[in-house]
Structure formats: structure tokens, C-alpha cells
């Protein structure tokens, strides 16, 4: 008669870059090798009507640039044709902090100037990022650098953040395979609560917590410049961080060499991730510091790149106490897709 493996017994976990608690509860899941995306979503295939496909370019919001600089393109940058924040209002000369900000009668308010702007990444409706070469994913995230190193010329700007919806659920709009980059004239509590518990990390160890990662039980995969892991205490089952192996504060000081090292692994998690989960919806978001961020700060602010699998919902006790329940251990998730071979 078959017996059912021990359960691990509950656990909460800090994490050192993020601040968060996180509960772990395995006896809320089936075994973590059972998790699937419940519905996996088909990109629509109708590339006549859609404005990214090559051919369409007219039905988009004005270009940025392209590469190459050609008909032939192979990436576009473009604005987004519904921003969040607006580049037609006038900027405030970088005076946009808590300091220049408005206090109205119901809380503080800054005006919603900003870029928002759409990487296309294929001209081709049915090739996903994970598709591509590596050195073509390379491409797509030296255009990110690029479009970054571009905005970095208005001061009023203080932090960009890179991210990607794959999949309507994740909450991506169109099936073309795009991501997305929006500035904003302020550093969003989120990114301040990340340095702030960097540096608390910093101040009691004398290391930055992302070099610090060493765990072999909790590493996937890793090349010459990156790594990628189950982080520590990951608020989202199969959460993945690709992370630089050389100290690095801001994502565009990304060479070319390094971007197509990079591109190689993101390929290869995507394509262990769509395996081993049903090609779930995910979202990806780079991590990077503050545009304005000072010398003081350098020493354990580190970029990294979370990939999050959309396996399970948030419900009101995560809404409500900013802490998740985690049903997988992340020594469990990364060992599952360690072990996972997948052709490239």
C-alpha cells in the first residue's frame, strides 16, 4: 500500500532584498511537481489585423527607433498608444519629489508627466520571446539599455521599469510578443522599501545580499555572467531571479556580450517554465536602481531580472497584509527545474 510522503511543516520567511514575509504552506498544494497552469493561453494567430506585425507599423503610435534602421526591421520601440503618464506635458525640470510635490485636500499629487513606450520584440505574430536566438533576445534588451540611456536625459524622470505580460491573464492586452517600459517622475515605495532592506543587509554584513546568493539548493541554472534561482522566499510558486554575477546597480550598464549571455538563459528558463507548467501566463520585471541613485548607495544596490509564473490568484489575507502564502518551497522549485532538460 503506497504511503503519502511527509509534509514540510509551515514556515515563514524575510527576504533580505525584498523586505517581505513570506508564508510557506505546502499542505495547501499538490506536490510541487503537480503545479500546471490551469489554462493555457494561445496566442491569437490573425497577424492581418494586428498593428506590431511587419507591414502594420501605420496603425501604431509614432516610432522611437527601430533595428536595424530599415523596412526589415527586427525590433520596434514605439510610444504606447494608451500611456499611463504623459510625454506631451510640460516636465518639471526634475523637481519631482516629496519635497516639489502638492499636498491637496485628500493627499499628494504630482503631475503625470512620463514615457510610456512598447518594445515589440518580433515582426512575426506567431514567434514568442522564447523563440528567439539568443543573441536576437540580446537585441531586444539591448533596446531596453538604449531607450533607457535615452530617457536618463530628463532629469524630472526617476526610475524606469522594464516589464513583460505574456498572456491576457498576466495582463497583457495584445497577443504579439511585446514588453513594455514606463518612466516615472518619482521612485515608486516599492523600490525604496528594496534598497532600504539591501541596505539594512549591507550595514549588518558588510556584502550586498544578491552577491551574497550562493545557495546550491536554490540555483537553476547559470552561465558565465548570470544566475538564476528560486529566491530565498519567494512570494509566487516557480518565482524565478536571473542575477548578475558581477555587481552591478543599474540594469544598462548591460554590454552586448553580456546581453547575449543573458538572452541565453532567459531563453532557456522560459522554455523550462512553458514545459514544466503548461506555458503558464508570466509576467517579467527588471529590478534596477533609481536613475538618480547616490555613491553611498552603489555598494549593495544590484539589478536582477523576477520572472513570475501566474500559477496562483491573490486573495484578500495578501491584499490586505502585504505578505503571501506560498504553497512551494523554493529548494523544491528550483530542484524540479534544475533537473528539467529541455531542448534549445
Known sequence: ?????????????KDPVTNQWVIFSPARAKRPSDFKSKSPENPNNN???????????????????????DPNWKLRVIENLYPALSRKLDHPNGQ???????LSGLGWVVAGFGFHDVVIETPVHSVQLSDLDPSKIGDVLIAYKRRIEQIKQFDSIKYIQVFKNHGASAGASMSHSHSQMLSLPIVPPSVSTRLNSMKEHFNQTGKCSLCQVQSKDLLINETSHFFSIAPYA???????????????????????KKAVDLGGLLKLILKKMALQLNNPPFNFMIHTSPIQVTDSELPYSHWFLQI???????????LGSGCYINPVFPDDAAKILRELNVPI
Open 234 to 256: 519567494s512570494s509566487f510558486p516557480f518565482e524565478i531571479w536571473i542575477i548578475p554575477r558581477d555587481h552591478s546597480s543599474h540594469f544598462d550598464e548591460l554590454d552586448n
Open 47 to 69: 497577424s492581418s489585423s494586428c498593428p506590431f506585425c511587419i507591414g502594420n507599423e501605420h496603425q501604431c503610435a509614432p516610432e522611437i527607433f527601430r533595428v536595424p534602421p
Open 1 to 13: 500500500m503506497a504511503t503519502t510522503p511527509p509534509t514540510r511543516s509551515p514556515e515563514l520567511r
Open 96 to 102: 519631482n519629489d516629496d519635497s516639489s510635490s502638492e
Open 308 to 318: 513570475i509564473p501566474q500559477l496562483t490568484g491573490v486573495g484578500g489575507f495578501e
